[in-house]
């Protein structure tokens, strides 16, 4: 791909900016900025040092006052770094004037997230995702570059007419380049579409697990469907949907669906270029949100998660929240589990304040790993699954044994008992099926 903006591939020694208004804790902007670190190791980038700069209200040239931002400099010099990461989002303006500042690389978390997303993308359909969200959030970064390579010549006046002539040239070949992605994938969703429909012809009903990046959802799908997804301890390890087959224990069989991670100021552009992939979660019957229950943010990814849903549109859908990772928790942190696994007592204890969970009705506690609490996370679906279910009684002619594959294919059989004047059925018939059967019903 054609890079617009030269993030300098050198850096090596960022400095991390947190900034954090009166509202804002200090102890919040302080994990976010914890976050932000990760996401900067997640790129192999070293980091030497971060400071939380605290503003009365964003201002519009270097989103602090001047005089803050010249305190950031000299911290940053002093400690010879060559890059400054926001944790905030800065306007394109915003990152030209840092950058004309600094004379360093100025990325926000936008950027970070959007190159670990271009490092982690594998097939077709990923790549061209991330390569339209980079060239749009590019687009109006252009100059940026320029200041770049123009500081590279010295700068001057001549110079500057030759870079205002590129810039036109860039943003002309950059939205091109844009159009181009988009006919592209277009393409592939097409055959997505293609895809799913086969699957379909199988008509099961079909779950989607999402959650916060690193929460466990891919340990989830390998435990329940014996699946071998990548799961590893880094940000964002899977970026493409898998989907496995699932059989819960009463023979009702279900396909689950591993999906992309969500983190906090996802950027907006990468959430509408990963529509595609993320149909998956919004086509499904429903939800089955996993949360990293050992975080003490984890209030604020279940926010994150269901904020990402509703801008999908996806946020009228059932879910099953299940906090993963018990196994980790102290042994007290559980009180006395309730017979269906439920925490009794009201809270987790030993995780400090920030941990403390409220007992939740019809949340799940587990742990991908061990596979604790997995009787009780197949009882819920099953539930699901139950609610859009109904029980009917059919009589099939022995010539359509078509419908009679169809309906054990789906896992919608209770009671068979062939008989001469055709095959007798106790069905569980999920919502796509009321048309299939509707002639046999007695
Ligand atoms: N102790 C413990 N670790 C777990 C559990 N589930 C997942 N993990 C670990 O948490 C890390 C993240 O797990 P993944 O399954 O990759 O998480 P994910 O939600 O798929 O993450 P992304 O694909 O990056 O969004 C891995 O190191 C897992 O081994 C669990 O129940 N207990
Ligand atoms: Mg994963």
Redesign the pocket.
Known sequence: MFEVREKPKMVERAYLVGVRTSEESEEHANLLLDELEELVETLAIGIVGREIVRIREPQARFLMGSGKAEEVLAAAREIEADCLVFDAELSPAQQRNWEALTKLCVIDRQEVILDIFAERAQTKEAVLQVDLARAEHSLPRLKNAWTHLSRQRGGGTTQRGEGEAQIELDARMVRQQIARLKRELEVVVKQRHVQRKQRQRVPLPTAA?V?????????????ITGAS???????????DPTTRQLQLPTGQKILVT?T???VRKLPHRLVEAFKATLEEAIVSDFLIH?L?V?SPEVDAHRETTLEVLKELGADDKRIITVY?????LPPDAIRQPGTNGSIEGGQLNGLGDAGALKREKNAVY?????G?GMERLYAEMERMLEKDTRVMQLLVPHDRYDVVNRLHQAGAVKQVDPKDDGVHILGNIPPRLYGLVEPFQV
């Open positions: 697990i959650g916060y990046t690193n929460a466990g959802k891919s340990t989830l799908l390998n435990q997804v990548l799961s590893e301890d880094k940000l964002f390890a899977t970026l591993d992309v991670g969500f996993v990293d050992t993963n990772k018990v196994d980790r587990v742990s991908a790993f061990t604790q």
